[in-house]
């Protein structure tokens, strides 16, 4: 079936630096990929959609300078968190659209900003 | 507008014994509905998918949902639980098939 992949899984990082997540489709290709995020015991909030070649599409609220997107091929889409403060800490997760218009999960980074 | 509301937190059951997981739907047009499970460290697996075909839908893993729209509910049920079943369950509706709006989640416990 359809493999996402994020990396890291885990990253721990210092207040004011930044830090870049990588989303992959393995085994197949993907114009679309989202990013979302999840905060402990919550649901999942749709960040933006990245479309490969164009510039992402920020939901309401979403900073697009602190959480800068890149899509360059058709399998990788990376989400740059810029400056990041403790309160950036969270569990940020891509999905990828296959061609039947459903979107395939990555397993999830961690990301804790001390 | 889409919203999802699943009405419980929490939902504990014994082995062997049915689940029923309740969701309910605000959508201003015919919405396509989900149910995907998380389990820990794992991405999030789609359990089954409604779009206006039939309204009782079987997902993996002996799951099913039953779209009811007078009462605006796509419920998740299965018959007889598993260990395996414990896990933090979304639904989710969409109105255009890719923009996707998540509940809250329910927690599912297994009692052995």
């Known amino acids: 079936g359809a493999v996402v992949s994020q990396h890291p899984s885990w990253v721990i990082c210092k207040s004011g630096t930044s830090v870049k997540i990588e989303c992959r489709s393995l085994d197949f290709q993907a114009t679309t990929m989202f990013w979302y995020r999840q905060f402990p015991k919550q649901s999942l909030m749709l960040m933006a959609t990245?479309?490969?070649?164009?510039?992402?599409?920020?939901e309401q609220g979403v900073e697009k300078d602190k959480f800068l997107i890149n899509h360059a091929s058709l399998t990788l889409s990376t989400l740059t968190v810029t400056s990041a403060h403790p309160e950036d800490s969270s569990f940020y997760i891509c999905s990828a659209m296959g061609a039947l218009l459903e979107q395939y999960f990555g397993p999830g980074t961690r990301l804790t900003v001390t | 507008a889409q919203s999802v509301t699943q009405l419980d937190s929490h939902v504990s059951v014994s082995e062997g014994t049915p689940v029923l997981l309740r969701c309910n739907y605000s959508s201003s047009y015919s919405p396509s509905l989900f149910w995907y499970v998380q389990h820990p460290n794992k991405g999030l697996q789609l359990l089954l998918k409604?779009?206006?075909?039939?309204?009782l839908v079987k997902g993996i893993n002996g799951f099913e949902a039953e779209f009811k729209k007078s009462e605006t509910s796509f419920h998740l049920t299965k018959p007889s639980a598993h260990m395996s079943d414990a896990a933090e369950y979304f639904c989710?509706?969409?109105?255009?098939?890719?923009?996707?709006?998540f509940g809250a989640g329910t927690t599912v416990t297994v009692r052995a």
């Open positions: 990245s479309n490969e070649g164009s510039k992402a599409t920020y």
């Open positions: 989710v509706v969409s109105e255009n098939d890719y923009k996707l709006s």
């Open positions: 409604y779009t206006s075909a039939a309204t």
